[in-house]
T-cell receptor, first 113, second 110 residues
């Protein structure tokens, strides 16, 4: 079955380190999104991509970057991890032509100490 | 800023009752609306999408949309303990991005 996966599921890192979270989908969806979810803030969009080589900033993009070299993957990089980036991170994808529905991966819980 | 507001919770209902969840949005031009269910410690799961004014039913779930009032709701009939979760309203504001409400937590009492 087609799916969307994230790795690692849990990560503890130190302040200042670079961290990359992986997202992989096998639906062949054009659109991919990264969100963070924090108590009191709901889901906030970090970055998104509408196709290979396309990347765009969301509402909370400072300190994060993404790249899209193929349809299946959109890795999220924290350039220099900060304690404020401790959060749960969700990747999602949508088909983009016939459907706007987004489907979420299982999430990565990141702790920055 | 595209805003999506949900009625504050938590919402506690007895088993077998109807749970009613409300959502308002700021952009009159919005065309696509979604309800997600999120169990504690899990990722959001799409349960309903609605694009036209009126009601859409899927099993025990009914989504209602009123674009003139910028209002979308979700009814859960015959609520079960397994319906205990946080429900997120999402609205598409142009292209493919969604804006999410903060969520309403529902607890179904056995």
């Amino acid at each position: 079955d087609a799916e969307i996966t994230q790795s690692p599921r849990h990560k503890i890192t130190e302040t200042g380190r670079q961290v990359t979270l992986a997202c992989h989908q096998t639906w062949n969806h054009n659109n991919m999104f990264w969100y963070r979810q924090d108590l009191g803030h709901g889901l906030r969009l970090i970055h998104y991509s509408y196709g290979v080589q396309d990347t765009n900033k969301g509402e909370v993009s400072d300190g994060y970057s993404v790249s899209r070299s193929n349809t299946e993957d959109l890795p999220l990089t924290l350039e220099s991890a900060a304690s404020s980036q401790t959060s749960v991170y969700f990747c999602a994808s949508s088909e983009g032509t016939l459907s706007y529905e987004q489907y979420f991966g299982p999430g990565t819980r990141l702790t920055v100490t | 800023q595209k805003e999506v507001e949900q009625n504050s919770g938590p919402l506690s209902v007895p088993e077998g009752a109807i749970a009613s969840l409300n959502c308002t949005y700021s952009d009159r031009g919005s065309q696509s609306f979604f309800w997600y269910r999120q169990y504690s410690g899990k990722s959001p799961e799409l349960i309903m999408s609605i694009y036209s004014n009126g009601d859409k039913e899927d099993g025990r779930f009914t989504a209602q949309l009123n674009k003139a009032s910028q209002y979308v709701s979700l009814l859960i009939r015959d609520s079960q303990p397994s319906d205990s979760a946080t429900y997120l309203c999402a609205v598409r504001f142009g292209d493919y991005k969604l804006s999410f409400g903060a969520g309403t937590t529902v607890t179904v009492r056995a």
